[in-house]
């Protein structure tokens, strides 16, 4: 089968359109047929050499955690996922094969039925960022009517979700983004937007509850000035891997809490979002999709910074 690999860490240009063998399903595993993958930041972190990099047992390696795709194989006769389903969600690379590629194996209680309102490529860029924004959102910061919120990169691909999972549950939302999604994020559900070109946020906000930190100490140390803006015993929740080493000794300095937070594949949540979506209380925003030979341009979109929402590449016709 195609799928794009690459060999050894380094930038987008290692990664290479090749042929590999065919994923063998095996027990509860259902075998998928991948229509569309997602492009997220784990992954050029990985291909990169930080990330999952050090869990890759065998080169060449092929990433993508989320996927859109259809059944092929099902672990029984009775299963409820048959040969012809569509079905979409995430693995965890390098513990199960990628999905930039034409195949994979994902355990069935990784996977759900695609929204029908949604297609292939909408549905792959769901299942990572919308994972991760609801364990942040929802089951770490337990969103609520009254609450204040502050979420930055309110328009990226975990961003989004998280405007609107807080919006839907009631929070009052302070999302950060650039001067052309202000708007953008209004209508996602913010009450109040920060334009970070323009402002600086801790000059203009206080007694917030919660911040859904989505950038970490990488740029402008915006993990660390988060902390001046929270209320005393406010929480400050984490996402980027390695983006903030000293985030427990700051937050007990400044008499806050702090927890990083690390997605996992989970069906059953999934299939909650999936009610979200189909009634369209929640959407998906896809910015750009790539073949899946130009991978390396996702990437490299993907590491500019400025995508709004999520980058999908196209695997195969569905």
């Known amino acids: 089968m195609r799928a794009m690999t690459f060999m050894d860490a380094g930038g987008p240009e290692v990664l290479r359109l090749d042929s ?56 029984y006769e009775a299963h409820a996922l048959q040969p012809g389903t569509e079905v979409y969600g995430m693995g965890m690379v390098p513990r199960m094969s990628g999905a930039y590629a034409e195949y994979l194996t994902v355990t069935e209680l990784s996977v759900v ?3 029908p309102t949604l297609s292939h490529v909408e549905a792959a860029g769901v299942p990572l960022a919308a994972l991760t924004a609801w364990g942040m ?117 400044a008499g806050v809490r702090a927890t990083g937070y690390r997605v996992a594949p989970d069906g059953s949540t999934l299939a909650v979002i999936s009610r979200l979506i189909e009634s369209r209380d929640v959407r998906v925003f896809v910015d750009g999709v790539y073949d899946l030979a130009d991978a390396a341009e996702a990437h490299r979109a993907l590491e500019g910074g400025h995508t709004r929402g999520k980058l999908v590449l196209k695997v195969c016709e569905g």
């Open 20 to 75: 590999v063998p065919m994923p063998v399903r095996t027990n509860a595993e259902l075998l998928v047929k991948v229509v569309a993958a997602g492009v997220n930041p784990i992954d050029a972190k990985t291909r990169a050499g930080r990330g999952a990099f050090g869990a890759i047992a065998t080169f060449p390696a092929v990433l993508g955690n989320d996927f859109s795709g259809i059944v092929v194989e099902s672990p």
């Open 113 to 115: 039925r695609k929204p």
């Open 137 to 253: 959102v929802v089951d770490t910061a337990k969103a609520h009517e009254g609450q204040r919120m502050l979420i930055h990169a309110g328009a990226g691909g975990v961003g989004h979700f998280a405007v609107q999972f807080a919006a839907y549950f009631g929070a009052h939302v302070i999302a950060t983004g650039s001067t052309r999604n202000l708007r953008w994020l209004k209508e996602l559900g913010a009450s109040e937007v920060i334009d970070h070109s323009t402002e600086r946020f801790e000059e203009v906000l206080d007694e917030v509850d919660v911040v859904i930190d989505l950038i970490g100490n990488v740029l402008d140390d915006t993990a660390s000035r988060s902390l001046t803006v929270l209320r005393p015993g406010g929480l400050i929740v984490n996402g980027p891997t390695g983006s903030w080493p000293s985030m427990r000794t700051e937050a007990e300095a």
